[in-house]
T-cell receptor, first 116, second 109 residues
């Protein structure tokens, strides 16, 4: 089946630094990928839609200058959390869709970000 | 905008009994309704999905029903087992997936 790989699986960074998370579709091309954030005991909240070769589309309330998204190829999207603060600590998950008789979403394994 | 309501937030059932989780959605144009199981610290795992051209789908102990007129869909797990304990999310979307708030299911011994 389709595989989406996310890296790193966990990261600890100091407050004020930036962190980059990668999301790769390993065996299919994805013109669109999605980034979610999940706080403890909460649901996955869609942050933005990453579009290959163009600007990302951000959901309401998500700061585009803080969460930089780049989708430079059909198999890679990156999310950079800039000037991270402790409140940015969360579980970040990406997904990509594949057409299988209809759209089906495939998720990366997630990245646990801890800002200290 | 899209909105998915999920109930209950927590559900405890005796092992062997059935569990039912219900969701409603607001976007009448939605055609795809997946259900995910998520274990702590892991990615959501698709357990079953339904598309708008059918009203019910079953896969062994898991079934999903869809009522497009009422805009609600439900997950049914029969003969529950300890390994069914997890958080379950309903979702909707033809492109971007919008999740419900989740149901923490506890299977009691």
């Amino acid at each position: 089946g389709a595989v989406v790989s996310q890296h790193p699986s966990w990261v600890i960074c100091k407050s004020g630094t930036s962190v980059k998370i990668e999301c790769r579709s390993l065996d299919f091309q994805a013109t669109t990928m999605f980034w979610y954030r999940q706080f403890p005991k909460q649901s996955l909240m869609l942050m933005a839609t990453s579009n290959e070769g163009s600007k990302a589309t951000y959901e309401q309330g998500v700061e585009k200058d803080k969460f930089l998204i780049n989708h430079a190829s059909l198999t890679l999207s990156t999310l950079t959390v800039t000037s991270a603060h402790p409140e940015d600590s969360s579980f970040y998950i990406c997904s990509a869709n594949q057409l299988r008789g209809g759209i089906e979403a495939f998720f990366g394994q997630g990245t646990r970000l801890t800002v200290v | 905008g899209e909105n998915v309501e999920q109930h209950p937030s927590t559900l405890s059932v005796q092992e062997g009994d059935s569990a039912v989780i219900k969701c409603t959605y607001s976007d009448s144009a939605s055609n795809y309704f997946p259900w995910y199981k998520q274990e702590l610290g892991k990615r959501p795992q698709l357990i079953i999905d339904i598309r708008s051209n059918v009203g019910e789908k079953k896969d062994q102990r898991i079934a999903v029903t869809l009522n497009k007129t009422a805009k609600h869909f439900s997950l049914h797990i029969t003969e529950t087992q300890p390994e069914d304990s997890a958080v379950y999310f309903c979702a909707e979307g033809d492109d971007k997936i919008i999740f419900g708030k989740g149901t923490r299911l506890h299977i009691l011994p």
